[in-house]
């Protein structure tokens, strides 16, 4: 154990909020699946705690041996796991679990599934960082730089589109930013976004003549007709964000307190798309705003890491990975407060999930990675400047 803990290396602060999230992530579970527990497990309350604990435990494993590898390594790791996801992505749209006209998980063996957009989010970003570190020499040319980024981002965010828009949009905008931060030329990418919207288009266009390509067209023009026009949409369509509001309305300022939820009893999803409103009920809007303050901190840090190394692999890496994350928590949140039409994202770390907490977790520990060799390098060069 004391060789465990002395080979824990990376940014402290970093590990402390995710244990702390960590935390939340499990009492909030707890409390909030106890109605899911008696229509499934006969009341077993205990069930779904004990579950949601594996997973962080071996996400916390996963991100353990993830931070003890050399960032440098995992340029060409991901780079051939880009080509792995892509055949996944499409092999999930033909056989993957329909759920809600959504296929978003792949089945695997003993009753597991495994969500792809999760394995393709990660690997778009890291081929991103990869890319932009080999081409900063020339990543103002158009054909030889701009180009090989921008196919294979309009690939993974078109495969992932049809089964969920939310997740496309976001990592085709974290992919923006990136490109941004790495020097690409604006107008390169005020066109990218073009593209994007024409093909966004089309595929809408194509959707409404072939209804099978994408189901969730009508879904999506429910959930932003519902947001911008309350008074004359369908009850059905506001009832998750209206329940929401009572549980955030019911918290005050300092909350029910832990296990004292009413609205996990009405609210759809309480324990993963809506579980902020959950914690504000139960911890009040200090308890909401603590979880904020995590989620930037987590992003302070990145961006200290990232000052310390301009313009490298780890920087792009580390940036790209640590916006994507308090992207979708920032997303999440505005859901449940009502600024922004539902989406379906969960709260990264705290939402009950599986492949969601472990990639989650990878992407934490590719984050401790670069501190660590950041430290490693101050170390050294305080033995030589004591030598």
């Not at 056989?95 to 990660?122: C, H, M």
Request: proline residues 3%; charged residues 10%.
């Amino acid at each position: 154990m004391n060789s465990f803990i002395r080979n824990i290396k990376g940014d402290k602060v970093i590990w402390a909020v995710v244990i702390i999230l960590s935390i939340f992530s499990l009492l909030t579970v707890y409390s909030s699946t106890g109605t899911l527990a008696y229509k499934t497990h006969g009341g077993n309350t205990e069930y779904y705690m004990l579950k949601h604990l594996i997973i962080l435990l071996f996400g916390f494993l996963l991100m353990y041996l993830t931070h003890l590898i050399k960032f440098t390594y995992f340029s060409r790791i991901f780079q051939i796991a880009l080509y792995i996801a892509i055949p996944l992505l499409i092999l999930t749209l033909i056989i993957g679990y329909n759920v809600n006209e959504a296929r978003r998980f792949l089945p695997l063996p003993f009753n597991l599934s495994f969500q792809t957009s999760d394995l393709a989010k990660l690997t778009l970003i890291m081929y991103l960082a990869r890319q932009l570190t080999k081409k900063q020499n020339h990543i103002k040319d158009f054909k030889s730089s701009f180009v090989p980024m921008m196919i294979p981002v309009l690939i993974v965010c078109i495969l992932i589109l049809p089964s969920n828009f939310s997740t496309a949009a976001m990592l085709f905008i974290t992919s923006l930013i990136l490109m941004y931060i790495g020097r690409v030329r604006l107008k390169y990418l005020l066109s990218f976004i073009g593209i994007g919207i024409v093909a966004f288009v089309i595929l809408l266009a194509m959707a409404r003549i072939f209804t099978d390509i994408m189901p969730r067209t009508t879904t999506w023009n429910n959930r932003i007709t519902s947001f911008f026009n309350k008074e004359n949409a369908n009850n059905d369509k506001l009832y998750q964000i209206e329940q929401s509001k009572i549980a955030i309305a019911s918290g005050g300022l300092l909350g029910k307190m832990p296990g004292n939820s009413t609205q996990r009893n009405f609210l759809p999803h309480p324990y993963s798309d809506f579980i902020f409103a959950i914690i504000i009920e139960e911890y009040g809007l200090l308890g909401g705003a603590f979880i904020v303050l995590l989620y930037l901190i987590l992003f302070f840090r990145v961006v200290k890491i990232v000052i310390k190394i301009p313009r490298n692999f780890g920087a792009f890496m580390t940036i790209g990975v640590g916006f994507s994350l308090v992207f979708q928590a920032m997303v999440n949140m505005a859901v449940a407060v009502n600024l922004i039409p539902v989406t379906g994202q969960t709260l990264p770390l705290i939402s009950m999930g599986g492949t969601s907490i472990w990639f989650t977790s990878i992407a934490i520990g590719i984050i401790l990675s670069v501190s660590k060799e950041i430290e490693n390098e101050q170390i050294k060069e305080g033995q030589y400047a004591t030598a």
